[in-house]
């Protein structure tokens, strides 16, 4: 299959594609466009920003086609027809890490959002020939000519993502033989020595731990926008990060945002693009790929993507405790953890794994997903006598599953962790991965092997601490966000509802002040507008502190076997 990609009017954000592919002597051919993208477990539909589709055969003659669902095309052949030439255009207007964008100045592609395949040919070398005036183009694809690539098949494609720039900044450093380019789209220009040196430090530091890359070089594509944005996308052998703003870059809480989805991203290079669950060997590109493993290749990697700035010594002590007080946090607040587990959460993903939800519905495969893999770390460590951790759980994934192209089950994963920790886990993946659940029990048991303890600290919000209330105060009218389960409030308010009073005044930016204002009283007066129709409630102050916050700290006095353990996890 080859496709040629140009531009006639970046102003209209449409590409122009034309796909040219073989018949293998089929009369009838179905033309296929994937419905969802590897990295992002829910479908895409990509489909609807497809127009101006056209066939003809090899003498230019018009072919019919008709369409059979909404992201197959079947296309009927003239007798004798080899070759046909697809022409289409694509809407390319959403600059994020995973779709496609063009304008006067690039030409920024996810193959997987706009490129047609046919099951025939899906194991078939594809081409990839670009007529664009932008003079550097960075893509993991392979370079065959002038602007002219390759790809293994058709898999290997739509993972390699490419951006042709007028302005493209390329930096690039060596680890372990393997070859790391750094590429930078848009108006963010580093400290070269800087960046190379922070790249390198974490990069040398997942080398050391899984001994191997799997690929001969890997490309960070970095999009750096004018305006606030964070958003990281993994592929076979690239990245591609967005983030901004640009002018913010330079300061050290937006450059450790930089840092941190680069650590994160490329440790998925192993764990899913290398080591990957057998519900996605292969990928299937026609529908959900249903698989209750994303504590593993997102919650994994989210784990380590700090735990490697942290052991490679970008990061303090402080601020990697400060990453993981936000996953504790995140599970601690989350009415979700009494409702479904972080497998079933991961099972779907395909229904609402990147939106909200309804409230307390469900958790996350990235926040509990990090929180079971540090478990797990600590009880494998415990258990084996500091001489196993999870690192060695996912190097025998690497060389056993992932090297031999073989899936992994979730029944697999347990079963090396137990290898690895000479004990059977059977309790915790049950009542812990498979189960709605606190794992704030679990989470102070383990963290002591390490001398480490939750510190609680109590909302300073009245209307949290007391009540069980959460407000959303973005807009003008604060908004009821959550309200804790156990809280007498839950038979009085939804969420949802418009605060405009308390005790008769007005519920403005004073809202807290109000709360506060009648700090000795254990029933307030609330007035809200619920679902428009305006009501008031008597709330009452619970018997328990709520939505409390918790911090990582380390205990002031520790054993040597404490110290020990701390030191081997760390590896400070």
Known sequence: MKYHFSVSNPAERFVDITLTLETKSQRQLDLKLPVWRPGRYEEGNFAKNIRRLSVVNSKGEPLSFQKVSKSVWRIFAKEKDSQITVKYQYYANRLDAGSCYVDDKQLYINPIHCCFYTDELRNEKCMVELDVPFAEIATSLKQSGKRKFEAENFDDLVDSPFIAGSQLQHYSYTVAGTLFHIWIEGDYFPEQNKIVNDFTAFTKTQLKMMQTFPFGEYHFLIQAVP?????????LKSTVIVIG???????????NELIGVSSHELFHAWNIKTI???????????????SPSGFVYEGATTYYGDLFLFRCKYFSEEEYFNELNFRINKHLSGEGRFNYSVAESSFDTWLDGYVPGVPGRKTSIYDEGCLIT??????????SGNKKSI???????????????RGYTAEDYRQVAEQCAGK?????????????VSYQSMLEQVMEFAGLELEEQTSTKRCERDFGIR????????????????????????????????????????VHDLFEQFSNEDQIEVTVFSQLRLKTVLLKKGNKKYFSGWKLRNMKSKTAEQELFYKNWSMQ
């Not at 703003?245 to 450059?255: A, D, T, V, W």
């Not at 990957?276 to 249903?290: A, F, I, K, L, S």
């Not at 540090?374 to 258990?383: A, G, T």
């Not at 059977?424 to 709605?436: D, K, M, N, P």
């Open 227 to 235: 305006h606030t944005f964070y958003h990281g996308v993994e592929h």
């Open 245 to 255: 703003p640009s002018s913010g870059l330079h300061k050290r809480e937006l450059y």
């Open 276 to 290: 990957r669950p057998v519900e996605m060997q292969p990928y299937n590109y026609d529908g959900e790929n249903y």
């Open 374 to 383: 540090w478990m797990l770390d600590f009880l494998i460590r415990k258990y």
């Open 391 to 405: 690192d060695d759980v996912f190097r025998i994934l690497y060389n056993d599953f992932g090297k031999k192209g």
């Open 424 to 436: 059977s886990l059977e309790t915790f993946f049950t009542e812990i991965v498979f189960r709605a």
């Open 471 to 510: 407000l959303d105060e973005s807009g003008n009218i604060a908004v009821v966000a959550a309200v804790a389960s156990d809280a007498p409030a839950i038979s009085a308010l939804s969420v949802g509802d418009e605060l405009v009073a308390v005790n008769g005044h007005k519920a403005d930016k004073r």
